[in-house]
Every structure is written in structure tokens, then in C-alpha cells.
């Protein structure tokens, strides 16, 4: 009977909430019999901690919305003018015109707003939960009881400071004073008081920390290479496949990411450095060989690079399925309508004399049609594809690229040269080798931002990045880095809190 309340309770915490601000702030996430049931056992954890990692690789967040979806359109990344007038893909369409209020994106970013919310306040009770639990519940003790701790704090803290990033000006806008957005770690809050930019992100590093305190004790000894799986959910396993999850190491290259963005740099570097210096985790950057002949058998997602991940098996393949190839001609046709995708002009603009060399336009993407390109990132593989079972699922989250180009661009005012080395390994795992000698600063950050948009395809970070630089976006056309076009209004539902 207990077994069939916990699978009740996790379908019911899947259940989005209500669009108002005081819906999503006092409903709670789960219904009594979760609240009687759920929390007395290890299993009962290990399934609502799952349950926030497969609601948050859901449609409406990170399964599209918040990675390749509305973000990236948003970031001016494809050329949606290459997408078919009558299948899908408006909302993206819309944002990328920055018509924030139409009818054809409004929907989307409502769900979007209270799904997301939704996942803060399963963290939370689940943090609250786990911070007062009997460490004897769990397989592993106290370690495990900190890693689900650490987990809930850390993905809360993660959610939350997207939301800031999408509905908030950047620290470099000056947003001052004035208050967007509440940041929420009670479960649960009867307050929604809104709170401004520099508040919210003392709260996401605060308890960014706190996870990192609590995993470096469970992950310290961890086995890295062992990555986790859906359907790992029994209790050794689930304690043993650290990799993808919001490990330590996970935490630690957020936290670098949110102190970039609020202008501090130092505190940003010290992070980087800290998973740099463990970097034979992480293949691709490691091993330029390894990385090339893993791109040729088909590993698109270059899954080693990959310190963050959800999955999202359902989702991705109905999207390929039903966008990608649903009007395909024939077998094996080249006219197939595809999302993903840039002209060959911006090609051209982004990649340079690259073209032919940039490894992750050679095996990542695709001509189509008169030399355009798409991306092969969410494209479903056959299941004979060696890397079919990983590139088929995963949702990427955080990179070691990424890592890299955080330390680069925290030194290069003060020792460019060893920044230009972080770019240098960066471009050299992806078939580059860059001559940086007589660049300089201000040429450096020109040529850092632009590798990282051939890096970022796909996987939502293209438009933070100029958002936070205040740096013109350009694909079809320019778009200023401006309030008017990088903040999205709260929904409408919001509007009078």
C-alpha cells in the first residue's frame, strides 16, 4: 500500500500549479498522502528527488523552454524564418521577434513561469524534509541524507537564478533597487514579496555554498565516470551514479556561473579553477583524439564534456518525431523540415575560416537545402547509432567548456595570456588550432563570446551570455542588448502583485 501512495504522490507532484502568484507560492506540491507517507522511508526521498529532476526535464522548462527552445530563439541562435509556417515552433517564432505579449507565446511562457515555480516549491519541502530526517532512513546514513539535501538547495538555487536571468535585468543594466521577482526557499511561503537583482543573488549564492558544504563531503571520493541512468533508482545505485546529477562538482561551476554574471569575477575564477584543476574528468577537452572519434560515431552531445545533465526520453523524441521528420518526403530525403537551423550567411558570419575545420559544425550539424545548416543535437537516432541509448535522452545543463570560458574571461584583464591558454584548449577539443598571440584584450572577449556561440547551440546559454556582456545579439538580424528586449514581462496573472 505504501508502495502505491509513493507512486500516487509522485504523479501528483507533477501536477502544475495555478498561473497566480499566490497559487504557486501556497499550493502545495504534493497532497496529504505524500505528506504522511512519502518522507518516512529512504525510497520515498530518492523518488521525490527524482521527481524534481524529471519535472524539471519537462517541455515546459528545461526539455525545450528554458535549453533549445524559446531561449536559444530568443538569443537570435537559428534563423526561424527556416521553420515551416504550419508546424509548431510560433512561440519560439514570436520571442525571437520579441513579441512577448502575443497570443502564440503567451501560453507557453505562463507554463513555463508556473512550472518552474513548481519545481522551487518541491525543493523546498524536500530540503525542509531532509534537513530535519533520521539519518537511519537512509542506505547510505548521513551522507546520503546530505546528498538529498544538497541536491533539493542546489537545484532550487539553480531554477531560481534562470528565472532571474529571463524576468530580471542583468547586473550590468542597473537594475538598482527596484524588485522583480521574489527568490523562494521556505516551503511553504504565504509571501511572494518581490525582491531586487542583488537580493535574489546573495540568495542563490548562499545557498549554492551551502550545497557545495554538504556534497564535497558525499562526492569527494565519488566514482566521476559513473554516470547516472533513469531507471537507477535502487538504493545503491542511486548513491554510487554521481555523474550528470547536481553533483559537487556540478554546484561548484554554477556557483562560478552566478558569480560571473553578478560582476565578481575573482570569487567566478576561483571556482573555475577548482574543476579545471580535476579536468581528466572530462574527456573531450582532455583529448582532442578521443573527442573526434567519438563525434564521428555519432556522439553529437560530446556527453563526456558534460558536468550537468537531465533527461528528458519522452519529450526530445517527440519532438524529433514530430517536428523533424514528420514532413519528410521519403526515406532517407534531404527535404526534411527542421527547427534547429541557421543560414548558410550567418554560418558564414559565426564561423569565419573555421567553416570547414569548427568541428562542431561538421559533425554537430547538417547541411540542408542550398548549404543551410541544422543542428543534429535533438535529432533521434536509430538504435543501431553506438551513442543512440545517451544522445536520444539527454538534456545538457552545464559544460566544461563553459568552465573554461568563465576563467578566461575572469583573468583577461589582468593576465591575458593564460586566459588566451583556457580559450586555446577550449578551440583546440574542437578541431581549432588558434594562433592568440598578438590579440588583444578587447579582441580577446570578441573572440571568446563568438566561440562560445558555436559551443552553446542548443543548449540555452547564448542568450544569458549577452545578456550579461550588454552585447548586441545577431543572427537574422541585430538586437540591442536593451531592458525592452532581454527581460520578459512576468505573466499577466502577476502584473498587479
Same mark, same amino acid.
Given at each position: ?22 497559487? !504557486? ?11 504522511? *507517507? ?35 530563439? !530568443? ?38 513561469? %508556473? ?54 535585468? #542583468?547586473?550590468?543594466?542597473? =537594475? ?15 509571501? %511572494?514579496?518581490?525582491?531586487?537583482? #542583488? /537580493? ?20 569527494? #571520493? ?25 553533483? /559537487? /562538482? ?31 574528468? *572530462? ?28 533527461? #528528458? =526520453?519522452?519529450?526530445?523524441?517527440? !519532438? ?49 537545402? /542550398?548549404?543551410?545548416?541544422? %543542428? ?5 537516432? =536509430? ?14 545543463? *552545464? ?29 583546440? %577539443? ?26 552553446? *547551440? ?40
Amino acid at each position: 500500500m505504501k508502495r502505491i501512495y509513493r507512486t500516487i504522490v509522485l504523479l501528483g507532484a507533477m501536477v502544475t500549479l495555478g498561473t497566480s502568484c499566490s497559487d !504557486w507560492l501556497n499550493v502545495y506540491p504534493s497532497d496529504q498522502i505524500k505528506e504522511e *507517507f512519502l518522507f518516512e522511508t529512504g525510497d520515498g526521498y530518492r523518488a521525490a528527488l527524482n521527481g524534481i529532476y524529471r519535472k524539471m526535464a519537462s517541455w515546459s522548462i528545461y526539455g525545450s523552454n528554458l535549453k533549445w527552445g524559446l531561449i536559444d530563439a !530568443w538569443g537570435q541562435v537559428y534563423d526561424m524564418e527556416l521553420a515551416p509556417i504550419d508546424e509548431g515552433g510560433q512561440a519560439m517564432k514570436q520571442i525571437e521577434n520579441l513579441k512577448f505579449t502575443d497570443q502564440q507565446l503567451t501560453p507557453t511562457t505562463d507554463k513555463m513561469w %508556473s512550472d518552474a515555480w513548481n519545481v522551487v516549491a518541491n525543493c523546498n519541502e524536500l530540503a525542509q524534509q531532509a534537513e530535519l530526517a533520521d539519518s537511519a532512513l537512509f542506505y547510505s546514513g548521513e551522507l546520503e541524507r546530505k546528498m538529498i539535501l544538497g541536491e533539493a538547495i542546489g537545484l532550487r538555487a539553480y531554477i531560481q537564478f534562470d528565472l532571474l536571468r529571463v524576468y530580471t535585468p #542583468s547586473p550590468a543594466m542597473n =537594475p538598482g533597487n527596484q524588485t522583480f521577482i521574489p527568490y523562494i526557499n521556505t516551503y511553504p511561503a504565504y509571501v %511572494s514579496n518581490r525582491e531586487t537583482v #542583488s /537580493y535574489c543573488l546573495e540568495q542563490i549564492i548562499k545557498d549554492l555554498k551551502r550545497a557545495q558544504e554538504l556534497l564535497w563531503e558525499v562526492d569527494k #571520493s565519488a566514482n566521476w565516470r559513473d554516470r547516472f541512468e533513469e531507471g537507477k533508482n535502487d538504493e545503491t545505485l542511486f548513491w554510487a551514479s554521481r555523474g550528470f546529477r547536481l553533483n /559537487y /562538482y556540478a554546484v561548484t561551476a554554477e556557483l562560478a556561473r552566478v558569480y560571473l554574471y553578478a560582476g565578481m569575477p575573482d570569487e567566478a575564477y576561483k571556482q573555475a579553477e577548482i574543476i579545471i584543476q580535476q579536468n581528466s574528468l *572530462f574527456a573531450a577537452l582532455t583529448d582532442e583524439k578521443v573527442a573526434l572519434e567519438a563525434l564521428r560515431e555519432g556522439n553529437v552531445k560530446m556527453y563526456d564534456d558534460i558536468i550537468f545533465a537531465l533527461y #528528458s =526520453p519522452k519529450d526530445l523524441i517527440e !519532438w524529433d518525431r514530430l517536428i523533424n521528420h514528420k514532413n519528410d518526403k521519403s526515406e532517407g530525403s534531404d527535404k526534411k523540415s527542421y527547427f534547429l537551423g541557421i543560414t548558410s550567411a550567418i554560418a558564414n558570419e559565426r564561423y569565419g575560416s573555421d567553416l570547414n575545420t569548427d568541428w562542431r559544425i561538421r559533425y554537430q550539424m547538417e547541411k540542408k537545402n /542550398y548549404n543551410d545548416y541544422c %543542428s543534429m543535437k535533438y535529432y533521434q537516432q =536509430p538504435d543501431s547509432y553506438k551513442y543512440s541509448e545517451i544522445n536520444n535522452v539527454i538534456v545538457p545543463m *552545464f559544460r566544461m567548456s563553459e568552465v573554461y570560458y568563465i576563467a578566461a574571461e575572469a583573468i583577461y584583464q589582468t593576465d591575458l595570456d593564460k586566459a588566451k591558454e583556457y580559450l586555446r584548449t577550449v578551440k583546440k %577539443s574542437r578541431g581549432i588550432d588558434a594562433d592568440l598571440e598578438k590579440v588583444t584584450a578587447s579582441q580577446f572577449m570578441t573572440m571568446l563570446v563568438n566561440d562560445a556561440q558555436r559551443e552553446f *547551440f542548443g543548449e540555452g546559454q547564448t542568450f544569458f551570455m549577452f545578456k550579461r556582456l550588454m552585447r548586441t545579439m545577431k543572427g537574422r538580424k541585430e538586437v540591442l542588448a536593451t531592458r525592452e528586449n532581454m527581460v520578459l514581462p512576468l505573466p499577466e496573472s502577476e502584473s498587479a502583485i
